[in-house]
């Protein structure tokens, strides 16, 4: 299956360079396969590099057996595993959510306009509380992560740290390197919601429904269908609304939406 995605991937880019397309103008379905096989083929590279030496392929057999889910693509997991991964995943993930939710409730005072620092302490009172907030709660604080304090440009260190951590990216970067690479996930997905929301949420398969939940921040593996549709159309609404400036929003709504949702609290 990894060669079929191989062969699909390099039929697609064949398809923009041909034809003078930018990612962010391929459909929906062509720029998610495109994100995963990126993901997919550096698992594969690693690989290569340490079976280059002479014998050391059975050092690679021995490695993707001991570790499959750091190792190994999802094609070779099995059912079990695919479930039992992806929760493993999501509990490292979900170990900063108090550390960007602290982060949110300290800088409060930093809110220079008084209404918005009251928004900023709803939100994070409701999230406190086990609420899940509303579109318009999160939507209403789209200045705060535009400019300073919540700005891309003005989170520190240890926030983009944590929101790696949260975006299952290495947090283990200089500040300038995490800072690229944050705004660059942050944008894909952006970039991914707009065509969805062209496509429509109705036309995915349940399993495209459930992955594409599981990559905004939702543990989608233990959610009924309807509930992940329900969420990802929340999803949709607040990214779909955003400007590239706020997308510093976006990041942070991986937590926000995704805290409190029914059935998420493992």
Not at 96 to 110: A, N, R, T
Not at 159 to 170: C, G, I, N, P, W
Request: hydrophobic share 40%; proline share 4%; glycine share 4%.
């Amino acid at each position: 299956m990894l060669w079929a995605d191989a062969k699909k991937a390099r039929r697609i880019k064949a398809n923009m360079w041909n034809h003078n397309i930018k990612f962010h103008q391929l459909s929906y379905r062509e720029m998610e396969h495109l994100r995963q096989f990126r993901r997919d083929i550096t698992k594969c590279f690693f690989l290569g590099i340490v079976s280059i030496p002479p014998f050391a392929n059975y050092l690679v057999f021995l490695l993707m057996y001991l570790f499959p889910r750091q190792l190994l693509v999802k094609h070779f997991w099995t059912p079990k595993q695919q479930t039992d991964f992806l929760d493993i995943y999501h509990a490292l993930r979900k170990q900063s959510h108090p550390e960007i939710l602290c982060y949110l409730e300290k800088i409060i005072p930093l809110i220079s306009d008084v209404g918005l620092q009251w928004h900023m302490t709803e939100l994070c009172t409701k999230i406190q509380r086990g609420t899940h907030p509303a579109i318009h709660d999160i939507l209403a604080l789209r200045e705060c992560f535009s400019n300073h304090p919540l700005g891309m440009n003005q989170l520190p260190a240890f926030q983009m740290k944590a929101l790696s951590r949260a975006m299952l990216l290495t947090p283990y970067l200089p500040s300038l390197l995490l800072r690229h690479r944050l705004k660059a996930h942050t944008t894909v997905i952006h970039q991914l919601d707009k065509a969805l929301a062209k496509l429509g949420i109705g036309q995915l398969t349940a399993q495209e429904v459930k992955s594409a939940c599981y990559l905004r921040g939702l543990n989608s593996t233990h959610i009924a269908e309807e509930r992940c549709r329900t969420w990802l159309g929340e999803w949709l609404q607040i990214s779909c609304s955003l400007k590239e400036a706020e997308l510093s929003l976006l990041l942070h709504n991986v937590v926000l939406l995704s805290t409190n949702y029914i059935g998420t609290r493992r």
